[in-house]
């Protein structure tokens, strides 16, 4: 059988990631970029992944995540 088609965009490559394994590779990032890329997630998945993130990372992005805010998707793309 084939391989599965290849994501389309860095974004849908993030989408599907395993949220334990996404959440890993934003431990170590600034609130900033975690909340830019949780918030172009679904919103079951940002939530299983804030649930991996260091407690203090998970407040802090949680703050940005809830005043919203206009998303610049060519920084969202960079940073994927």
Request: overall charge neutral; glycine content about 6%; charged content about 20%.
């Amino acid at each position: 059988s084939a391989p599965p088609p290849a994501p389309a965009t860095p974004l849908d490559a993030l989408q599907e990631l395993p949220p334990d394994r996404l959440g890993r590779a934003l431990a170590d990032e600034q609130p900033a970029t975690a909340a830019l890329i949780l918030s172009a997630l679904p919103a079951d998945q940002a939530g299983k992944v804030m649930k991996g993130l260091p407690a203090e990372l998970r407040a802090e992005v949680a703050v940005r995540l809830s005043k919203g805010g206009a998303r610049n998707p060519a920084l969202l793309e960079r940073v994927a």
